[in-house]
């Protein structure tokens, strides 16, 4: 149970989502709460009119009377801050270790993976929102709709998005558990194949003997992890022989129903306002979750069908004349190829509805990370396929020093080298009067990115609403 209450706790990067929603929690909890971060954004504003006291830059005198002082991997270890309170002995929190504190007392639901875990978290915490588990929630994203990201609840459930990328995930020792995939990622910290292997499995072994594992049934490499740990589990996915599967998926346009069977038996349709595949798997790992729980099928479904998504994946930015703007947060090679055919079977699902001529799928990638682009360049190269127009821009460095030879140029050569679909290297600044340009009716215009390429889609949605006649081309 968590007993430093009544305490200072100093964050450093708290406009972060995770951090910011951990000083959310902290605050619930009636801590006092500090914290710097480079700039001003949504999530700083909002702690601010709760009280937090927030710098912005980083000064040593930040740190003032803190407590602790918590950080995550993202702030390097010669942050001025991070040294004074290593001078000064103030006791140094990681963000996930404290997140792990939080969660003793409760009976904890974390959630793991490569791809899908906020969407999946984000999901369940609004299911059990929804059944009145009033549950304790810390969601790596914001939830569209009532359902608070990061909120102290009075139920005895805690719902966590737990982070792989620095295996800081085994912290924790939950009772449930879902696991959405592993992938080659995060490779700068792992280095292999094995490396990542054995930090979930450490993972799966944190997950209480009495508990239950929730696994992504269509992931060979998962399966053969959690079935080697003689741990209790519920596989799903869409092949009839997991326990949890969807048949008869049908997509329309924001979208997608299916019917869900369990145990071979058809418990009823399921209807999300969510498209893709990758969003039934996430839909089948929440029912999964709610059957354990006990909770009825029915509110299930009513649960789904009411979820909004989250900000950032496959977010509508705007609509005008007929051009689409959608967001999304994909910059891993997997995540790039199905959000990409996701859009394709969303811009055929406008067309079918319409009859209209069908557009193009323009496709805007701000890569993330230099070591991501230099391990992955070969799996980039292949992700985008499916568009029909790319414009891939600078990367995103996420506080990583360039690479010689590393470059978002290079990337548009490699994915030029592999598909005949029209590219363009481009500026972020020059993007949205090329989009201006270029775009017309019918078409979908999607930025990708874990960045700031958000802030395109923004601008270029508003460009267009201030300047419908600049894209009026037949």
């Not at 998504?309 to 090679?333: C, E, L, M, N, S």
């Not at 199905?338 to 406008?350: N, W």
């Amino acid at each position: 149970m968590f007993k430093e209450m009544n305490k200072r706790y100093h964050f450093i990067g708290i406009g972060g989502i995770g951090m910011g929603g951990l000083a959310s929690l902290l605050m619930d909890k009636g801590c006092t709460v500090s914290g710097s971060d480079l700039r001003s954004n949504e999530m700083t504003e909002r702690l601010k009119n709760r009280g937090a006291n927030i710098a912005f830059g980083h000064d040593r005198k930040n740190v003032g009377d803190a407590d602790f002082v918590v950080y995550s991997s993202a702030v390097p270890q010669d942050n001025s801050e991070l040294l004074e309170a290593a001078k000064r002995k103030i006791p140094i929190l990681q963000r996930a270790k404290l997140l792990a504190q939080l969660m003793e007392g409760y009976t904890g639901i974390t959630i793991a993976g490569a791809h899908g875990k906020t969407t999946t978290s984000s999901m369940i915490a609004h299911l059990l929102v929804e059944a009145e588990f009033f549950p304790t929630t810390a969601v790596g994203g914001i939830i569209m709709g009532a359902c608070p990201h990061a909120h102290i609840g009075r139920g005895e459930f805690f719902v966590a998005e737990v982070d792989e990328s620095d295996g800081s995930f085994l912290h924790f020792s939950p009772q449930y558990s879902v696991i959405t995939n592993i992938d080659f990622e995060h490779v700068d910290f792992y280095g292999d194949w094995d490396k990542i292997l054995g930090a979930y499995a450490g993972f799966i072994a944190k997950t209480a003997d009495h508990g239950v594992l929730f696994v992504y049934g269509e992931d060979k490499r998962l399966m053969e992890l959690v079935q080697r740990s003689g741990k209790a589990f519920k596989s799903y996915g869409f092949s009839a022989d997991f326990d949890i599967n969807a048949q008869d998926i049908v997509f329309d346009g924001m979208g997608t129903r299916f019917d869900c069977f369990v145990g071979g038996n058809k418990l009823g349709q399921v209807v999300l306002k969510v498209p893709g595949n990758h969003n039934v798997a996430n839909a089948l790992a929440c029912i999964a979750v709610g059957l354990s729980l006990g909770i009825e099928f029915e509110v299930i479904c009513a649960s789904l069908s009411s979820f909004q998504g989250v900000q950032r994946r496959f977010q509508v930015k705007g609509k005008t004349d007929d051009i689409w703007v959608i967001d999304d947060y994909a910059h891993h090679p997997t995540e790039i190829s199905t959000t990409i055919e996701t859009a394709q079977m969303f811009k055929r699902s406008l067309r079918k509805a319409a009859s209209a001529k069908p557009g193009r799928l323009i496709t805007v990638f701000q890569p993330h990370r230099y070591t991501r682009v230099k391990w992955l360049l070969k799996e980039f190269a292949q992700s985008f396929y499916h568009s029909d127009y790319i414009i891939i821009t600078d990367i995103y460095a996420a506080s990583e020093q360039p690479i010689e030879g590393v470059t978002g140029q290079r990337l548009g050569d490699a994915i030029s080298n592999n598909s005949k679909v029209p590219i363009k290297y481009l500026p972020k600044s020059e993007i949205v009067d090329h989009l201006l340009s270029i775009a017309r009716p019918n078409d979908v215009v999607i930025t990708l990115g874990a960045g700031d390429i958000t802030r395109i889609a923004d601008e270029f949605a508003e460009a267009l609403k201030n300047k419908p006649t600049a894209v009026e081309r037949a």
